[in-house]
């Protein structure tokens, strides 16, 4: 059965100091894995599609990165602004491009 | 418009009532999804359209949950008999389909409240 798993469920940091968080996955075959940001009261906002092992992706302080069962989001001296649940989700190959997402990873930076 | 727009926001109805909540997709995009969120949780996938077809129904829970999309753009997510298991954030989705993998794009989602 296809899976995603994040960890940690809640991540506190403060402003400035990095982190991951992670995206362990279990797919028949990979088309994409996806991360996504949700803020409260909102719907998903599309961040990344990573498609095969070793690729990365980066938009301002956050990088994402594949390997063949998890996948990394890379946060970077991140601001409060930066808050948010972080989503990641897989489709896989025949699976008529549908998404299975992971619980997600709530974020909150302190200044 | 610009992006995916769900209607309305908030529905609180009574237990046993029947809802219907509306999705307008991004103009020109030929695929859509209804996605449900319970608290805490990462969406979970109900239906899949590419065009006016249904091409994938396999999350709908049972049969008192239907979609329609009649003319390939707007769509209907319909609940019959609803129940307070039925409470959750109904979001739905497009994207511009096609063989390959593309971005799917949210609405903001309606928040259903069964009393």
């Known amino acids: 059965e296809d899976q995603v798993t994040q960890s940690p469920e809640a991540l506190r940091l403060q402003e400035g100091e990095s982190s991951s968080l992670n995206c362990s996955y279990t797919?028949?075959?990979?088309?994409?894995l996806f991360w996504y940001r949700q803020d409260p009261g909102k719907g998903p906002e599309f961040l990344f599609t990573?498609?095969?092992a070793g690729e990365e992706k980066e938009k301002e302080r956050l990088k994402a990165t594949l390997t063949k069962k998890e996948s990394f989001l890379h946060i970077t001296a991140p601001k409060p602004e930066d808050s948010a649940t972080y989503l990641c989700?897989?489709?896989?190959?025949?699976?008529?491009?549908?998404?299975?997402f992971g619980a997600g990873t709530r974020l909150a930076v302190h200044p | 418009g610009a992006g995916v727009s769900q209607t309305p926001s908030n529905k609180v109805t009574e237990k046993g009532k029947y809802v219907e909540l509306r999705c307008d997709p991004i103009?020109?995009?030929?695929?859509l999804y209804w996605y449900r969120q319970s608290l805490g949780q990462g969406p979970e996938f109900l239906i899949y359209?590419?065009?006016?077809?249904?091409?994938?129904d396999s999350g709908l829970p049972n049969d008192r949950f239907f979609a329609v999309r009649p003319e390939g753009s707007v769509s209907t997510l319909k609940i019959q008999r609803t129940e307070r298991g039925d409470s959750a954030v109904y979001l739905c989705?497009?994207?511009?389909?096609?063989?390959?993998?593309?971005?799917?794009?949210f609405g903001q989602g309606t928040r259903l409240t069964v009393v």
């Open positions: 990573l498609y095969s």
């Open positions: 797919v028949s075959g990979l088309r994409g």
């Open positions: 103009s020109g995009h030929t695929a």
């Open positions: 989705a497009s994207s511009s389909g096609g063989g390959g993998s593309s971005e799917a794009f």
């Open positions: 989700a897989v489709q896989a190959i025949g699976g008529y491009n549908k998404l299975i």
């Open positions: 359209f590419q065009g006016t077809g249904a091409a994938d």
